[in-house]
């Protein structure tokens, strides 16, 4: 697919994928989504990716309000669907993923940073979920993922406010794991804690996101299910074989898979 919203840069094993519509503050276009979804599911080759959007004041500022001024009702729930399916593959992605947000992360912006593994953000970052300022509701996924990540009471206060949030409140909901001082630091920071993870097994980084994914929402008699199912599995892995030889002959371990 011809990527014309979206910038790829790869290096050291690392896909950086750069939301990239300065003129609407990377808004998420069905052009985007549609480029998103492709690079996503057709994913395969490097052991990480990051999500960005090009700098400037937003990292992206949500759905394409242009765009969904003038659509009907058939066309809205399409475009939510596609928007939900995007932060799905990105959830189910079987590499860690890194959101670094540099600026404004509203509305369907927020909503693919939550759908990363894990934040890291500059000071200049505002998080919310506005929605309800333009009579719609959160629609890829906010109802969903705020309230696990921030706690029930939280996410109701802000998606019924709309109110903005800045980096350092973010921080403290838990939204967000760790902020910089600008983005040279935040890329550095989100590379160095990737590369301390490529020293793991593949296999097992894999399977804990797989499990983290499948237990959210699950009971803790489930979960535990699920969890077990996993670590039976990883007793079947080279990886496995590999990483306890290496503990018990003191030496480090040369992971495979
Ligand atoms: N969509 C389309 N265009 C946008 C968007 C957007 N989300 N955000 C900004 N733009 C455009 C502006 O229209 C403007 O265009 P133009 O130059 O042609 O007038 C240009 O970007 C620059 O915008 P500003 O002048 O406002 O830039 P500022 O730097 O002053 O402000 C903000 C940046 C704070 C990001 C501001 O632009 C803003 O508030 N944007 C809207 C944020 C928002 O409300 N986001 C939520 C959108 S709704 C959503 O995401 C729903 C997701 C689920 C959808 C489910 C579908 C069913």
New binding site residues.
Partial sequence: MDYQTLLLDEHDDVLTVTVHRP???N??SQRTLTELRHLLATFAGPRALLLTGSEG??FI??????E?AAMTPEE??R??AL?QEVTRLLEQLPVPVIACVDG?A????C?MAMACDFVYATRKAVFGQ??V??G?I???G?CVRLFRRVGVAKARELIYSGRRLDAAEAHRLGLVNEVFDNREEMFAAARLVLADIAANSPAAVKACKSVLDAVDGLGVEEGLKVELEAFREAFTTADMREGTAAFLAKRAPTFRT
Avoid: V
Wanted: charged letters at 20%; aromatic letters at 8%; zero cysteines.
């Fill in positions: 003129p609407a503050r808004a998420l004041p937003a500022a949500g759905a394409d309000i242009r969904m809205g729930e475009f939510g928007g404004y509203l509305g369907g912006g909503e506005p929605e300022l333009l719609l959160p629609g890829f906010g």
